[in-house]
Every structure is written in structure tokens, then in C-alpha cells.
């Protein structure tokens, strides 16, 4: 599973601030995520986000 830019992903588990959308900032051997609903940045491991991923619901658009 490669994860690309701009992409959103839904994760299972929500973040502190209630959201569970994701989207793809950077992705090499690990992969940043930011949160949709607070803007907050977390880098995970590839392996580990994987596990994490409930959905991918497709690209962001250009005006988010």
C-alpha cells in the first residue's frame, strides 16, 4: 500500500480533537499526516499506518 500526496485517508482510531480524516503531506519511508479538523501534523511509519487505516477516501481538493 503506497500512499500518495494530498490524499485522505480515515483512520480508526480518532485524534484528541475528534477528527479521524487525515490527509497525506509526505510520503518516503515514513509518512506525514495531517488532521483535517484542527490542522495538527503527526509522522508514523509506514507499517504502522497501514494497520491505522479504516478508508481512503480519494484526493483533497486545491481550495482545502
Known sequence: MIFEVG???KLKKAH???????????SASDV????LKC??????????LKKSVKSREGMVDAEE
Open 16 to 26: 484528541p480533537c475528534g477528527g479521524d480524516r487525515f490527509k497525506v503531506v509526505r
Open 7 to 9: 490524499e485522505v485517508l
Open 32 to 35: 506525514k499526516i495531517e488532521c
Open 39 to 48: 490542522g495538527h501534523s503527526l509522522i508514523m511509519e509506514i507499517d504502522r
